[in-house]
């Protein structure tokens, strides 16, 4: 199954970097300190592997999320640097939570420890990438 998805709510620090015209330089900062995985917006495509239980963005890129429930109504999945990623297959609303051992600190902006990234998806019948 493909999916496209459009953001609806994103973190409060990533709002902010957004609101300051900080965009750049809090990718980079984030990147330096070894971050950039955590905090950076998840993909707005993605490819649901039903066979192998297996959920990628869809341009291949990152870390396969393992399908851990599969019901009619809800797909529950976790990569093992503790993301979680919950589609509700009747609404289409995605979320990606994300979590870090800590807080932490990147140009001022505190990161917490867990946070969570929202969007609204919907079947797609042409390729991602």
């Known amino acids: ?13 990533w709002s902010i970097a957004q609101g300051a015209g900080k965009t750049t330089e809090f990718i980079g900062a984030a990147f330096e300190s070894g971050y950039m995985g955590l905090i950076y917006p998840p993909d707005k495509t993605w490819s649901i592997d039903f066979g192998k239980h297996e959920i990628m963005a869809g341009d291949g890129s990152g870390i396969p999320y393992k399908i851990a429930t599969l019901t009619e109504t809800n797909i529950r999945a976790f990569n093992k640097y503790q993301g979680e990623f919950t589609l509700n297959r009747l609404s289409g609303e995605l979320q990606i939570y994300r979590q870090a051992g800590s807080n932490i600190t990147i140009m001022g902006l505190t990161i917490p420890s867990s946070f969570s990234w929202t969007f609204r998806c919907s079947r797609s019948t042409s390729p991602l990438i």
Do not use: N, S
Request: glycine share 0%; net charge neutral; aromatic share 8%.
């Open 1 to 13: 199954m493909l999916l496209d998805c459009q953001m609806t709510k994103q973190p409060p620090f």
